[in-house]
């Protein structure tokens, strides 16, 4: 399931209200999840909040699409997308992913690729304000690999 | 008629979110953003989606088509 929010999120109890209706749960081995959340830093300056835009008609889509690949590459029993849009506080999470496989090597595996995917195959962009009170677009992605 | 939109910084640089441009024939992507995308101030790299999917400037576009143009994506 894909799924882009505009309204905060609760990573923990998309995750187990997602599990709890997996099929076939008894071949599954091992859950992978990543959460990834709003710091109040980057690049050196203090980030107050952040808005994060997306190209409605296109970033379902490829959420879409990413998620079948991964189950593809990876062989995953299914997995799990969430997204935030809008405006977003400091510790608010930005995005869940969820991977489910027989063995932990797939979810693992499945759940970095998910993220390293998501930063270059997903409409999404980030606007932050600083503490300043001015607003800048984030250019790239940190490398944080 | 080619809606072209665009979205994020190019949106604000831009300043409208969309318009609509007449087709020509043996037009590509690279025609529409040299219209828009010319000048100096567009010094980052620009992505580009035909009807929605990735593509890149050598794509050929016609009547009915939507292309959006956009920076490189920051989300995760």
């Avoid at chain 1, 999120?9 to 099929?23: G, K, T, V």
């Avoid at chain 1, 990876?74 to 995005?95: K, M, W, Y």
């Avoid at chain 2, 580009?48 to 009915?64: M, P, R, W, Y």
Wanted: net charge negative; charged share 25%; glycine share 6%.
């Amino acid at each position: 399931m894909v799924i882009v929010s505009d309204a905060a999120i609760d990573p923990y109890q998309l995750l187990a209200n997602y599990e709890a209706q997996l099929s076939a749960r008894g071949s599954v081995g091992a859950a992978a999840h990543f959460i990834g959340l709003m710091r109040e830093f980057n690049e050196g300056d203090d980030v107050v909040g952040m808005t994060l835009e997306q190209y409605p008609e296109m970033t379902r889509r490829a959420l879409d699409k990413l998620r079948l690949s991964l189950i593809d590459d990876f062989e995953l029993n299914d997995a799990l997308i969430v997204h935030r849009v809008g405006a977003l506080q400091i510790t608010d999470p930005i995005v869940v992913v969820g991977c489910w496989s027989a063995h932990r090597k797939a979810a693992f595996e499945a759940c970095r690729a998910a993220m390293e995917r998501l930063k270059s195959d997903v409409p999404l962009w980030k606007k932050e304000t600083l503490a300043d009170g001015s607003t800048r677009w984030v250019e790239q992605n940190t490398p944080g690999y | 008629m080619i809606e072209v939109k665009f979205l994020a910084r190019l949106k604000e640089e831009i300043g409208q979110d969309s318009m609509e441009i007449a087709a020509r024939d043996g037009m590509t992507i690279a025609d529409i953003k040299q219209q828009f995308f010319s000048d100096a101030q567009f010094q980052l790299p620009i992505l580009q989606a035909l009807n929605h999917e990735f593509c890149d400037e050598t794509t050929a576009v016609s009547d009915g088509d939507i292309v959006a143009f956009f920076p490189p994506v920051t989300g995760g």
